[in-house]
């Protein structure tokens, strides 16, 4: 039962453009998503995050959206750099509530930035 | 500020052999968890703890997996005895609190079971 979903393996974009990184959860009860990465030999690193109350998040480069009718969020980088490649990881959790905040993540995308 | 500790970093044994892993979390924080990660997946919760007090360890093996933390602060997981489908990466994180505050993880320890 996937209830966080990355369906994207990899991407590759070139630097300086956009990067788009999608996921959809099916579990309704999730309230708080987060994005993590992660590079070879080291632990994921938070990266942003998105309360369910809103539908946009930016920070620098980075912007997660949400859309909550969908189930769906993705992660936009702009404009992408060589050093952004790395292994991105979406989360979600229902913030606290029954869960204690359990995370749970998605397969993860590869994302590969070409100079 | 120190992260996350943990190790070994990598091991290798061979199944039905034990092994065990150790966390030390950021200083102060209250909730540590322990993930697995297997190839091409994303982290697996296995076990999370409020100080010394297990809240949810409801994907955890408990016939062959343990995990104490004592004191509420150092961290070990154990596997005993260990099978060929173990083999992943064992995250440790640890949060300030629980609900939505922020994990930060350690580096893992690379488990291959032979």
């Known amino acids: 039962d996937q209830q966080v979903k990355q369906n994207s393996p990899s991407l590759s974009v070139q630097e300086g453009r956009i990067s788009i990184l999608n996921c959809d959860y099916t579990?309704?009860?999730?309230?708080?998503f987060l994005w993590y990465k992660k590079y070879p030999a080291e632990g994921p690193t938070f990266l942003i995050s998105i309360s369910s109350i809103k539908d946009k998040n930016e920070d620098g480069r980075f912007t997660v959206f949400l859309n909550k009718s969908a189930k769906h969020l993705s992660l936009h980088i702009v404009p992408s750099q060589p050093g952004d490649s790395a292994v991105y990881f979406c989360?979600?959790?229902?913030?606290?509530?029954?869960?204690?905040?359990?995370?749970?993540f998605g397969q993860g995308t590869i994302l590969t930035v070409h100079p | 500020e120190a992260g996350v500790a943990q190790s070994p970093r990598y091991k290798i044994i061979e199944k039905r052999q034990s092994v065990a892993f150790w966390c030390n979390p950021i200083s102060g924080h209250a909730t540590l968890y322990w993930y697995q990660q297997i190839l091409g997946q994303g982290p697996k919760l296995l076990i999370q703890f409020q100080n010394n007090g297990v809240v949810d360890d409801s994907q955890l093996p408990k016939d062959r997996f343990s995990a104490e933390r004592l004191k509420g602060v150092d961290s070990t997981l154990k596997i005993q005895p260990a099978k060929l489908e173990d083999s992943a990466v064992y995250l440790c994180?640890?949060?300030w609190g629980s609900g939505g505050d922020t994990q930060y993880f350690g580096p893992g320890t690379r488990l291959t079971v032979l």
């Open positions: 579990n309704s009860m999730f309230d708080y």
């Open positions: 994180a640890s949060s």
């Open positions: 989360a979600a959790s229902d913030g606290g509530g029954t869960s204690y905040g359990k995370l749970t």
